[in-house]
C-alpha cells in the first residue's frame, strides 16, 4: 500500500463553504481524494515502460485505488497481493520501488520442496529462455521444467514426467530438463540431437536477484497527487455547491 499525503487546501474564493453542510463538504473533499488517488494509478502505470522492460498486462493492471468517503477521509493507492498464478505483482513491483533483492517466485518454492534446489536459492533463465513477448519464460516452458524434474508434490504430483510411453514421447518431441551433476543449473537437451549436446537453461543463485534499477513508484505517486489535488478540490467544492443550491 502506498500512503498519498493529501492536505485539505480549501480555496479562498470560495466563501461559501460555511453554507455546506459537514457531510456535503466532507463527501467533496473525498471525491478530490479519490480522483487525485486515480490519477496518481494512471502515472504509475504510464511510467512502467521506462522502468520496466515489456511489462506484461498482468504488471499493467496490479494497482488499484481505495476511495476515501465522507466517513474515511483517506484514499489509498495499492498493489494487489494476489495472483491465481505466478507470483503476486505487489511483490516484485515493491521491489523494484525501494530496490534490493527480489522476492522467490512460486517455481522457486516448487523447487525447493521437491529439494531440486536450496531453500535459499534462485533459478535465472538464460536470455535465449525468456521467449515470450514480454521476456519472460512462457508459462508452458516452466511447468515442462517442474513436470521433467519431478518437482510437483502432493496433489500435483500426476504433472510429473514418468516413464511412460506417453512421457517418452513428449520429452522426445520437446527436449528434456535435468539438474545439472553439481546443482548450479538446470540443463536442456534438445530433441534429436547427440545425447551429449546440452546447454544451460537456468543458472541456479546461492543469492537473490537484485533489483539496481529503482522505478520511483512513490515519487511519481506523489507528484501528480500534488499536480492535481488544487485543482480536483476547487471543482469538487463548486460542484456541491450548485448541488445544494448554493452556485
Known amino acids: 500500500m502506498l500512503e498519498l499525503s493529501i492536505t485539505t487546501n480549501i480555496p479562498e474564493k470560495l466563501g461559501k463553504l460555511a453554507l455546506l453542510t459537514d457531510l456535503q463538504f466532507r463527501y467533496a473533499v473525498a471525491q ?46 495499492g498493489f494487489k497481493q494476489f495472483a491465481a498464478k505466478g507470483t503476486p505483482a505487489g511483490k516484485y513491483l515493491s521491489a523494484m520501488a525501494r530496490g534490493g533483492d527480489r522476492s522467490h517466485k512460486r517455481s522457486e518454492s516448487v523447487l525447493r520442496g521437491a529439494g531440486a534446489i536450496g531453500r535459499g536459492q534462485y533459478i535465472v533463465p538464460r536470455r535465449e529462455w525468456q521467449g515470450d513477448p514480454y521476456g519472460n519464460v512462457p508459462r508452458g516452458t516452466m511447468s515442462m521444467v517442474l513436470s521433467q524434474l519431478k518437482a510437483y508434490q502432493g496433489s500435483l504430483s500426476y504433472m510429473n514426467a514418468s516413464g511412460s510411453a506417453r512421457s ?73 455547491l450548485k448541488r445544494a443550491g448554493f452556485g
Do not use: C, W
Open 32 to 77: 478530490a481524494m479519490t480522483d487525485s488517488a486515480k490519477a496518481g494509478q494512471k502515472a504509475i502505470t504510464d511510467s512502467m515502460s521506462r522502468y520496466i522492460d515489456r511489462p506484461t498486462p498482468f504488471t499493467q493492471r496490479s494497482t488499484y485505488v481505495s476511495f476515501a468517503n465522507p466517513n474515511r477521509m483517506r484514499a489509498e493507492v
Open 168 to 240: 517418452r514421447r513428449k520429452r522426445a518431441q520437446a527436449g528434456q530438463f535435468f539438474m545439472s551433476r553439481s546443482g548450479r543449473a538446470i540443463l536442456y537437451r534438445p530433441p534429436g540431437g547427440d545425447s551429449r549436446e546440452v546447454e544451460v537453461a537456468f543458472m541456479v543463485l546461492d543469492d537473490a536477484p537484485n533489483h539496481e534499477r529503482r522505478f520511483p513508484i512513490v515519487r511519481i505517486l506523489n507528484e501528480e497527487v500534488d499536480r492535481t489535488y488544487p485543482q480536483l478540490i476547487r471543482s469538487s467544492l463548486e460542484r456541491e
